[in-house]
């Protein structure tokens, strides 16, 4: 008997070094350390907007480093919307939202690579309005 079922489709697995790599081009950053920041700074914030099976599903995604830092995260009461939420880690690197827009960019490029469009939606479809964007996507609305 043959097992016709089609096989898991699973992201590219990349390792931490590699994934801080991919920051690091996305982001034009001139150093490693530099895209580390970026990565522990975004990362952060998202474990505090991400909740349920989702969360959980996106660090089984990680390295393990980068997995790390979205689960020690305390998921907050009142999740915010994607410009709140550039905002939020703007004011908490004390850097300006231009910035820290384009850090978010380059760490959500990366996130995406790795955990694949089928949870990236079902993520997006979890969080408020705005963050779309952030994960390079179009910010689709339901017409009235």
Known sequence: MSD??????????????????????????PTRERAEE??????????????????VELAARLPFEAA?????????????????????????AGATPATTGWDTGAVLAAVTALAGSDLITRILDRLPTGYALLFGRAELTQAA
Request: net charge negative; hydrophobic share 40%.
């Open 68 to 92: 790390s830092v979205l689960a020690a995260q305390v998921p907050d009461n009142q999740p915010l919307t994607g410009w709140a939420f550039v905002q939020d880690l703007a004011d908490r």
């Open 38 to 55: 970026a990565v522990r700074l975004v990362l952060s914030g998202l474990g505090r907007q991400l909740t349920g099976d989702e969360r």
């Open 4 to 29: 016709l079922r089609a096989p898991l489709q699973q992201p590219p697995v990349m390792t931490f070094e590699q994934m801080l790599e991919k920051v690091r081009y996305e982001g034009v950053y």
